[in-house]
């Protein structure tokens, strides 16, 4: 079946503290020791309430998710808390599927993650998915200072196991783990949806997160990462999955598309490339010793993390280091429909995430974004299935 069958699109709404301090270049990084002096709450407020009326907004344009995310110490994000944020939207809305990618296990107690989400579930009757991160390394520098990272990989795959035992057998169970221990596991509520929510690892591409997913039966997701490389973990994981006599579907490639659309090429470039290379130089500033705390990642993954400019050095960072780690679709509607449609088929995914608000963008160019997409880029898309690759 071709992916473009069953090709679902879903907008994540990154809730950024939109006013850029003047003088910013004071400021080495937007992540971690930002000062939040910066933080003004009536603005803040509005911030909230405008973010509100967006995610209404999606779901009367008829896009089939909301994802939400998690960060701390940082304008790029106001969800230190995505499941607060979820219940919220559960509320607003009721139809659209709901995406929480969400909170990183290790920097919690999974019992309470698998109670919350279970929670969301039954309030939403059943409209959840979960994607679940190793979380970024400045998330270390931002929480307890008793987190050991070296130990990250091993508490995010017994924090999921924990997850996944809660949702799935019945309790009271025991469960003895290094790193966790439960006498009485026995969440209430357990999840609407049996045996358990959609679930997907999210990842840079690394082969132990790939294992992850391979050993749990989750999809997978690359955030930031050099196409060649997700392709890479792509066919990894197609690989692992298929050695255990799992087929992966389109449902289970998760692609992530920073996406704006105009008119014209000339147009949407104009309008939308400022706002996206502000998203790297401001909203993405992250010096590399708050990326990568040591013994977070492989040192595979730390060469990769800093050479890779627009994450590395993202004041100096050009178009093209953006546009070499980041799906940028930016163009006209056919422009637009024939980038997607290509990454879709490439990938084997029919799971788009789209990020629609880039950095400080206006409301009414995100208003007009999100509904060119879904007027002018969804339908051209769809209208592909009957063409040949």
């Known amino acids: 079946?071709?992916?473009?069958?069953?090709?679902?699109?879903?907008?994540?709404?990154?809730?950024?503290?939109?006013?850029?301090?003047?003088?910013?270049?004071?400021?080495?990084?937007?992540?971690?020791?930002?000062?939040?002096?910066?933080?003004?709450?009536?603005?803040?407020?509005?911030?909230?309430?405008?973010?509100?009326?967006?995610?209404?907004?999606?779901?009367?344009?008829?896009?089939?998710?909301?994802?939400?995310?998690e960060h701390h110490n940082t304008p790029f994000s106001l969800m230190p808390a995505?499941?607060?944020?979820?219940?919220?939207?559960?509320?607003?809305?009721?139809?659209?599927?709901?995406m929480v990618a969400g909170v990183p296990l290790n920097l919690s107690t999974p019992n309470r993650v698998a109670e919350e989400y279970a929670m969301l579930d039954v309030m939403s009757g059943g409209r959840m998915e979960f994607g679940f991160p190793l979380g970024t390394g400045m998330e270390y520098w931002s929480n307890a200072a008793q987190m050991d990272p070296v130990t990250a990989r091993a508490r995010f795959r017994e924090g999921l196991d924990v997850v996944l035992k809660a949702w799935t057998e019945p309790g009271p169970q025991?469960?003895?783990?290094?790193?966790?221990?439960?006498?009485?596991?026995?969440?209430?509520?357990?999840?609407?949806?049996?045996?358990?929510?959609?679930?997907?690892?999210?990842?840079?591409?690394?082969?132990?997160?790939?294992?992850?997913?391979?050993?749990?039966?989750?999809?997978?997701?690359v955030v930031f990462t050099p196409i060649p490389v997700q392709l890479r973990a792509f066919a990894d994981?197609?690989?692992?999955?298929?050695?255990?006599?799992?087929?992966?579907?389109?449902?289970?490639?998760?692609?992530?598309?920073?996406?704006?659309?105009?008119?014209?090429?000339?147009?949407?470039?104009?309008?939308?490339?400022?706002?996206?290379?502000?998203?790297?130089?401001?909203?993405?500033?992250?010096?590399?010793?708050?990326?990568?705390?040591?013994?977070?990642?492989?040192r595979a993954n730390f060469e990769r993390l800093a050479s890779t400019r627009a994450l590395a050095d993202a004041r100096e960072?050009?178009?093209?280091?953006?546009?070499?780690?980041?799906?940028i679709a930016i163009g006209s509607p056919d422009t637009v429909a024939e980038t997607i449609a290509h990454w879709a088929r490439e990938a084997g995914s029919s799971r788009i995430m789209l990020n629609m608000t880039h950095a400080n963008m206006p409301e009414e160019m995100t208003v007009k974004n999100l509904t060119l997409f879904a007027s002018e880029v969804i339908p051209r898309i769809r209208a592909r299935t009957a063409v040949a690759p």
Request: net charge negative; glycine share 6%; proline share 7%.
């Open 82 to 98: 995505p499941s607060v944020r979820a219940g919220h939207v559960i509320a607003c809305t009721e139809r659209i599927k709901i």
């Open 174 to 221: 025991r469960y003895e783990g290094e790193h966790f221990f439960y006498r009485y596991l026995n969440i209430w509520p357990r999840p609407y949806q049996q045996p358990r929510p959609k679930i997907y690892i999210m990842g840079g591409g690394s082969p132990e997160t790939v294992d992850v997913a391979v050993e749990f039966d989750a999809g997978y997701s």
């Open 237 to 298: 994981l197609r690989e692992k999955c298929a050695a255990r006599g799992r087929e992966l579907a389109g449902e289970d490639i998760m692609l992530t598309v920073m996406a704006y659309v105009a008119d014209t090429d000339a147009e949407a470039e104009r309008e939308g490339r400022p706002y996206m290379e502000r998203f790297f130089s401001w909203f993405h500033r992250v010096p590399p010793k708050y990326m990568t705390p040591p013994g977070y990642v492989t």
């Open 1 to 69: 079946m071709d992916v473009l069958d069953d090709i679902q699109f879903y907008v994540m709404n990154c809730h950024h503290y939109a006013d850029i301090p003047a003088h910013d270049e004071r400021f080495a990084s937007s992540w971690v020791d930002m000062p939040n002096s910066e933080f003004d709450p009536v603005r803040g407020h509005q911030m909230y309430e405008r973010y509100s009326r967006e995610l209404k907004l999606i779901e009367e344009l008829g896009y089939d998710a909301i994802g939400l995310n």
């Open 317 to 327: 960072s050009s178009w093209e280091d953006m546009r070499a780690i980041g799906r």
